[in-house]
């Protein structure tokens, strides 16, 4: 239309010049009208294309220009739902929602007596907002909550009511940065820095933030408590006249950075509030490396940073900024201690500092150096709560979409905080969560990162499973559990049912995620399967026998011995929080636990409540991702005695849990913190019979390569079985048998050559019981042969 | 109605914008040439060549003090171009401004003068 009416207004003018030039006066009333149109164009520009055609109280008078321009006079909801998928701010929500132009025209009534009513829930969305017009994304609000069950429907796609308000907002947000990014901005002019020096050295060994805000590179910033207190401290620091520095202390993670960025953005706003000794200052981080290789001599090195910040007093309008602080305060790779340069500067607040350090580092340099410490002002950065971390991942995402030319969608960035606060433990909150959705923008779907996206980047990283169980195969294979557990162990049904049902718990989504997915005290003797069981289970689901860490607490008899458990995985690689911070979904055993120190079981106490361990670094190490077993063998004669006497299991069991309570062997806050107290008995004959042909099949395997089969019968079985058999040892002296009576001869008959590949070797009774006699007959031998002792 | 609603929105709404198109426009010279701060640093040293304190013979605190004037010299003529050139900026686009704004009022006038010159039979040429 505005092209229109400037085509008209330009032939109108060049009409009436045309016929003045030929001699009409009437040309003057034609030039004078094709101002009309010019007029006409001017408004619709500046005014009417940007507001709705009415006035009034009606909700239609309240539609933004975009959505109205859609619709026809009386549109049904049907034909709304249609509208908002054409306009951009309701397919901001198609994208990022998942609430697309089809889902709405499923759910929309082509009842036009409905439009009144959806109309007025979408007015009072509106209001509810403060936003001035109804825009795609509201009217889209509206539709979905005119269905009746559509928190049903939309917890299908991960959302509830508060997410749909958090689209609207998300929507107007961006919409309010861009305009405000389209306003002049003044920042000092061409004569800004006239009256300060040159810096030729802090050009080298700095990275002048404030020039990279002024060209335009500068971060968006959020609303985030905690920073912009920072950042009005940091202008009150440096306002007053107290020393002239400050120390940011807080997490990696926090923020610290994007403080020092939102600080120097904040000085080169000529409109800001600022003092005038602040306004237009710059800040320039230094690059400690890029000190040390340019001088690396200690003396050489002081005298450059002395240089350097010479320089920055001199040039009176720079702010130096120690980022990650500690690297010029201690002794390291990359790290240079200037204490002795550095202190007297900040002592002497000539020139301004802002330092930034990770909570830790301070802490370690303050007991170093009380006097540093002391002479910084300390501002401590708070991590940034849920809705925080949701607002600066809203805002930052832009960057990274940009740069990688993907989409995040709303439920990733909830399943990057949800997930990241479980599984990223070197940072806190925002850094934390947007490091994680910074990482599943590799695993995008079709340039859409969604919520699969989070949890695959979690789960390739990590080796973990967070998300539940979707493809058939992984679905049968929980299905099938105790069967695929039972090729590789006899019996024991009860305990294989239970670690199978708490497996199916966890991915099937239905477990407390605040504790690990199942905690197991497995009681009995010696060689009945319960660290077998754990193998057999690391095996099948957790991706094999690697996934199992073994803690032997025969070896943590000591209260001292708590330090070696929770060691930081740099000075201990074996300790069992480094073990778990590395694999952390993984089966933890925790062998022969009546031995350890009461100190060492205090310390478990938590991980078996909360799935949490601190390590000596109070890092939180989680196991919630782990299944956690712990066997014992106390009790286990009384076991036997309870089968002897003729008892099932399940019989004794309750009454055997006192009695180890009773007996002091353990506390009943201990035992009560386990899911499942199994108790494991003893192996029948028949069952042993099954453990030897499971061995068998092993040595088949072992065998395979040399392309040899080997068979026992069954009475040569019976009688192996018969030799191994002692119920004090469970199904341990089977291995040694097979060993003597089976693999021997095939070893003999294979480097004799009368076994070939493809062959089967046959073994019988006679075999068995001939290895037996010649022991017999070696062990008689070698008894008539030995001296007697002399007492 | 319709020639009704235009006029109000050129005398209301729409000259109001041109006010502020025209301020911003003033504002954002200003700026540029930062006048003030110009004015505040007129006699600063340009750029703080030879800044901070000088240590050694009077030899040295001599050289200081006249690389110092020099610096300043540079500093105060350099400013002064630029307070020029600055404040010429700032009225000129003033000026042009206002002319934008008084001549926006006059815009809807032209088709009644075109109309009395119509009736009136004027033409240049024909004196």
Redesign the interface.
């Known amino acids: 239309m505005g092209n229109s009416l400037e085509i008209i207004a330009l032939l109108l003018l060049m009409c009436?010049v045309g016929l003045?030039v030929i001699?009409i006066?009437?040309?003057?009333?034609?030039?004078?009208?094709s101002?009309?149109p010019?007029?006409?164009h001017?408004?619709y520009v500046?005014?009417l294309r940007h507001l709705p055609s009415a006035k009034g109280e009606a909700v239609d008078a309240v539609l933004s220009g975009d959505l109205l321009g859609q619709l026809t006079k009386h549109p049904t909801p049907y034909e709304i739902a249609t509208a908002v998928g054409r306009v951009g701010s309701g397919q901001f929500m198609g994208a990022r929602y998942g609430l697309t132009a089809a889902l709405l025209q499923q759910i929309a009534s082509q009842d036009v007596a409905k439009t009144t009513e959806l109309f007025k829930r979408a007015n009072d969305i509106r209001a509810a907002h403060g936003a001035e017009h109804i825009t795609g994304s509201i009217m889209l609000v509206a539709l979905v909550r005119s269905f009746p069950d559509y928190e049903s429907l939309i917890a299908q796609i991960h959302l509830d009511d508060s997410d749909l308000d958090a689209g609207i907002s998300w929507e107007q947000h961006l919409r309010n940065l861009a305009k405000k990014h389209v306003q002049?901005r003044?920042?000092?002019?061409?004569?800004?820095?006239?009256?300060?020096?040159?810096t030729p050295l802090l050009a080298r060994f700095g990275h002048n933030i404030s020039a990279q805000i002024s060209a335009g590179g500068g971060t968006v910033t959020v609303d985030v408590a905690a920073h912009t207190e920072a950042v009005d401290r940091l202008i009150d620091t440096f306002s007053n006249g107290g020393r002239q520095n400050a120390v940011l202390v807080g997490k990696e993670g926090v923020g610290k950075t994007t403080i020092i960025h939102a600080f120097a953005d904040k000085l080169l706003d000529?409109n800001s509030k600022v003092a005038g000794n602040l306004k237009f200052r710059q800040v320039i981080i230094l690059d400690s490396s890029a000190l040390i290789s340019a001088a690396p001599g200690r003396g050489e090195l002081e005298n450059l940073v002395m240089q350097v910040l010479?320089e920055a007093?001199?040039?009176?309008n720079i702010i130096i900024c120690l980022d990650n602080a500690q690297l010029f305060f201690e002794e390291g790779v990359g790290a240079v201690d200037l204490t002795n340069v550095l202190q007297p500067i900040l002592d002497a607040g000539n020139v301004r500092m802002i330092l930034s350090m990770d909570e830790q580092r301070y802490l370690q340099i303050s007991r170093r150096n009380s006097s540093l410490t002391n002479s910084l002002n300390r501002i401590n950065i708070a991590p940034a709560t849920q809705q925080e971390t949701m607002d600066v991942l809203q805002e930052q995402i832009i960057f990274i979409e940009l740069r990688q030319k993907v989409t995040y969608m709303h439920q990733a960035l909830k399943e990057a905080y949800r997930l990241s606060e479980r599984y990223v433990h070197e940072l806190d909150m925002p850094g934390r969560a947007m490091k994680l959705a910074e990482s599943a923008a590799s695993y995008h779907e079709n340039g859409l990162v969604t919520m699969n996206s989070v949890q695959q980047a979690i789960e390739k990283t990590l080796d973990v499973k967070v998300s539940v169980a979707s493809d058939t195969q992984d679905k049968e294979r929980l299905l099938d559990m105790e069967n695929l557990i039972h090729k590789r162990m006899v019996n024991q049904t009860r305990a294989v049912g239970v670690v199978s049902d708490a497996l199916r718990r966890a991915r099937a989504g239905v477990r407390n995620q605040n504790r690990p997915i199942g905690t197991f005290l497995f009681l009995g003797p010696t060689g009945v399967g319960k660290t077998e069981l754990s193998k057999a289970l690391a095996d099948v689901y957790f991706g094999g026998e690697g996934k199992l860490v073994r803690v032997d607490l025969n070896e943590y008899v000591q209260a001292s011995d708590v330090n070696r458990l929770i060691a930081d995985g740099a000075d201990d690689p074996s300790s069992l929080t480094a073990q778990v911070m590395k694999q952390p979904f993984s089966v933890v055993l925790l062998d022969e636990i009546e031995k350890a120190a009461p100190e060492v079981l205090a310390t478990l106490l938590q991980l078996l409540d909360e799935g949490i361990l601190r390590d000596i670094k109070n890092r939180e190490i989680s196991f919630r991702d782990a299944i956690v077993i712990a066997t014992s063998n106390a009790g286990a004669d009384r076991i036997r005695e309870y089968i002897e006497r003729g008892y099932q299991v399940e019989q004794f069991e309750d009454q055997f849990t006192n009695e180890l309570i009773s007996s002091g062997q353990f506390r009943p806050e201990f035992l009560n913190r386990f899911d499942e107290i199994v108790v494991f008995r003893p192996f029948t004959k028949e069952e042993l019979v099954q453990v030897l042909d499971m061995i068998l099949a092993n040595v088949n395997k072992t065998l395979e390569q040399q392309r040899v089969t080997v068979t026992v019968e069954q009475d040569a079985k019976m009688f192996l079985v018969d030799k191994g058999y002692d119920p004090r040892l469970g199904a341990r002296p089977m291995r040694r048998v097979v060993q003597k009576a089976v693999e021997n001869i095939v070893a003999k008959q294979m480097l004799a050559g009368s076994v070939g590949a493809g062959e089967v070797v046959h073994i019988s009774l006679a075999d068995v019981q001939r290895v037996y006699e010649n022991k017999a007959l070696a062990e008689s031998i070698t008894i008539e042969n030995t001296p007697e002792k002399v007492i | 109605m319709f020639i009704l609603g235009?006029l109000q929105?050129?005398y209301g709404?729409?000259w109001a914008?041109q006010v502020v198109v025209a301020r911003?426009r003033v504002?954002?010279i200003y700026?540029?040439?930062?006048v003030d701060?110009?004015a505040k640093?007129w006699f600063?040293?340009?750029?703080?060549?030879s800044?901070?304190k000088v240590s050694g013979p009077l030899q040295a605190h001599w050289n200081a003090f006249v690389d110092r004037t020099i610096s300043r010299f540079v500093?105060a003529f350099?400013?002064t171009i630029?307070i020029v050139i600055g404040v010429a900026s700032i009225v000129m686009f003033s000026t042009a401004g206002v002319v934008a704004v008084f001549l926006w009022a006059l815009?809807?006038v032209?088709?009644?003068?075109?109309?009395?010159?119509?009736m009136?039979?004027?033409?240049?040429w024909?004196g």
């Open positions: 009436g003045l001699g006066p009437l040309g003057w009333l034609v030039l004078g009208v101002v009309v010019q007029m006409f001017e408004w500046q005014d002049p003044r920042t000092g002019g061409i004569a800004r820095d006239w009256s300060f020096g040159f000529a010479s007093y001199s040039a009176k | 235009l929105w050129w709404d729409g914008r911003d504002i954002s700026d540029y040439f930062s701060l110009l640093s600063a040293p340009f750029r703080q060549i800044a901070g500093g350099m400013r630029l815009l809807p032209i088709p009644f003068i075109g109309l009395a010159l119509a009136i039979g004027w033409l240049p024909n």
